[in-house]
């Protein structure tokens, strides 16, 4: 079956250090793929994303290539902020009409 | 272009009532999907609507219940409330005519709290 598998945090920063959170998937055919974040009390927010092979989706100085090969979509970003702690989610979708499948959540904490 | 809004923000029910959820989806998108969250068990897929019928439902028991309206929204319901079922729940839509259409959009949530 189709499943999402995410590095466990909690994740621990300074600011301006590098961020990757590592992600890899099982599926079927060719899912797209997805990261959403999440902000305390707040519902989820789309990041980035990906629908195909060696794409890479970007937002917001954060970053994942879709790697076929190694089945995985890892987030990066170059200089985190205290702004970007909140819970990040890794996903996939199969096509239109089906759900998404979620990773556990990786939540990351900045500090100055 | 207004999001996903969902509605009522926060509620607190006792075990054994009933719940409705409202979402308006993103004008112009017609397939409205709910998730659960729940520190336990993360992010679970309910149920999806796309022109008011129901396309695809997740594992959850038939207390848990959607529709949808002509206009896109809709709404989720729940019966016979237990304590488990306290959750952020969450609406989001997409719009499979576009070139986006796969993606999804979520709303703020409905956070439950069964007592």
């Known amino acids: 079956g189709n499943s999402v598998t995410q590095m466990e945090g909690p994740v621990t920063l300074s600011e301006e250090a590098f961020l990757t959170i590592n992600c890899t998937y099982t599926a079927t055919g060719y899912p797209s793929l997805f990261w959403y974040v999440q902000y305390p009390g707040e519902g989820l927010q789309l990041l980035l994303k990906?629908?195909?092979?060696?794409d890479k989706g970007s937002n917001k100085g954060f970053e994942a290539t879709y790697r076929k090969e190694t089945t995985s979509f890892h987030l990066e970003k170059g200089s985190v902020q205290v702004s970007d702690s909140a819970v990040y989610f890794c996903?996939?979708?199969?096509?239109?009409?089906?759900?998404?499948?979620f990773g556990k959540g990786t939540t990351l904490s900045v500090s100055s | 272009k207004a999001g996903v809004t969902q509605t009522p923000r926060y509620l607190i029910k006792t075990r054994g009532q009933q719940v409705t959820l409202s979402c308006s989806p993103i004008?112009?998108?017609?397939?409205v999907s709910w998730y659960q969250q729940t520190p336990g068990q993360g992010l679970q897929f309910l149920f999806e609507y796309f022109s008011e019928t129901q396309r695809n439902k997740g594992n959850f028991p038939g207390r848990f219940s959607g529709r949808q309206f002509s206009n896109s929204r809709s709404e989720m319901n729940v019966s016979t409330l237990e304590l488990g079922d306290s959750a952020l729940y969450l609406c989001?839509?997409?719009?499979?005519?576009?070139?986006?259409?796969?993606?999804?959009?979520f709303g703020e949530g409905s956070w439950l709290t069964v007592v």
């Open positions: 989001a839509s997409s719009s499979p005519d576009s070139d986006s259409g796969n993606t999804i959009y």
């Open positions: 004008s112009g998108h017609r397939s």
């Open positions: 996903a996939l979708r199969n096509q239109a009409g089906t759900a998404l499948i």
């Open positions: 990906a629908t195909k092979a060696d």
